[in-house]
């Protein structure tokens, strides 16, 4: 679940990633490509795209020769500090080129190849914008990779359930226009929030800050001229649409009750604190926009 304030945030100051596009930034990008290049080994070796698909074990020695190879590239561009971040970085563009690989495929693991895509990307775009954005506020946590136990469970719950069900219903994992409707969902939740992310510019922190200082203004413009809650909504959507893309029916319904819970509490919370920060101007503007989620009015609160 998310942990950014939505409507505002106090941009940190100093700190090692102060001007972190020039160099974190970047090496996270190169290093995201360079894992994602393992979608290119099919056309090195000559074989299908189906090639975590297929039998035998020289696709699955060519992965783990790219992996290996791969990782001491960067042990040897990259110091220690920058490692850490290109190591993230790489796995998330492994996945994701394993998902291109299984995408491309005709396997029945063709859907979960999009999901890996989407999950993947979602979380390296996570940090990317942040480097962009606001990059005095950059650091390893910008990845939403260790966000939180509730969060794995989820994520491992799912997977449990696509496995379960591919083994015993089979035919239930074949879905394709589901599988799109899923899809789309997924693009439109993501690129909502990243949208947000851009239009709140420094004022956009994943850490939630309870304290104003002079830099926090009220973004009401772009997005958030539509809704309230911007990145709450495109994640809403998103994660629902994972489960809809990989035809999860018990994770979608648990994947909306629980994200529901929890933006419905969130935004409670923190808009009694945008409330305290800017008064009657919150106020106004809380009248005039929506929250963005279904049923979730926020705060029931007047000065």
């Known amino acids: 679940m998310p942990v950014a304030l939505p409507v505002c945030a106090q941009p940190q100051t100093g700190g ?6 020039a160099r974190e930034g970047r090496a996270s990008l190169c290093s995201f490509l360079l894992g994602a290049s393992v979608a290119a080994l099919p056309l090195l070796l000559g074989s299908s795209p189906s090639l975590l698909a297929a039998p035998g074990l020289r696709g699955r020695l060519a992965l783990a020769l790219h992996v290996a190879g791969v990782n001491a590239a960067l042990l040897l561009i990259y110091p220690r500090p920058l490692y850490k971040i290109a190591v993230r970085a790489c796995f998330l563009g492994f ?7 299984l995408s491309a495929g005709r396997s029945a693991w063709r859907h979960f190849g999009w999901y890996m895509c989407s999950l993947s990307l979602f979380h390296y775009s996570e940090y990317l914008v942040t480097a962009i954005n ?3 506020s950059l650091s390893l946590d910008s990845f939403l990779l260790n966000h939180s136990f509730e969060y794995n469970l989820a994520a491992l719950s799912s997977w449990v359930e696509f496995t379960l069900e591919k083994l015993f219903f089979p035919e239930l994992k074949q879905i394709t226009w589901l599988s799109t409707v899923g899809l789309l969902m997924v693009i439109f939740g993501d690129c909502l929030r990243k949208a947000a992310m851009l239009t709140a510019g420094s004022n ?23 809704f309230r809650h911007p990145s709450y909504v495109g ?13 999860n029916p018990i994770c979608v319904v648990g994947y909306a009750l629980a994200s529901w819970r929890f ?4 935004i409670e919370e923190e808009e009694i604190t945008l409330i305290h920060f800017f008064g009657e101007e919150y106020l106004e503007y809380k009248r005039k926009v929506p929250s963005g989620l279904p049923f979730i009015k926020g705060v029931k609160l007047e000065l």
């Open 95 to 101: 996945a994701f080129g394993c998902g291109l690989l």
């Open 16 to 21: 090692r990633y102060r001007g972190g596009w």
């Open 134 to 136: 606001n990059p005095r």
């Open 204 to 226: 956009f922190n994943h850490i939630v800050q309870n304290e104003k200082s002079d830099t926090h203004t009220l973004v009401t413009s772009g997005v958030y001229g539509w």
């Open 235 to 247: 994640w809403f959507y998103w994660s629902i649409g994972t489960q809809v893309l990989l035809c």
């Open 263 to 266: 933006f419905r509490e969130r």
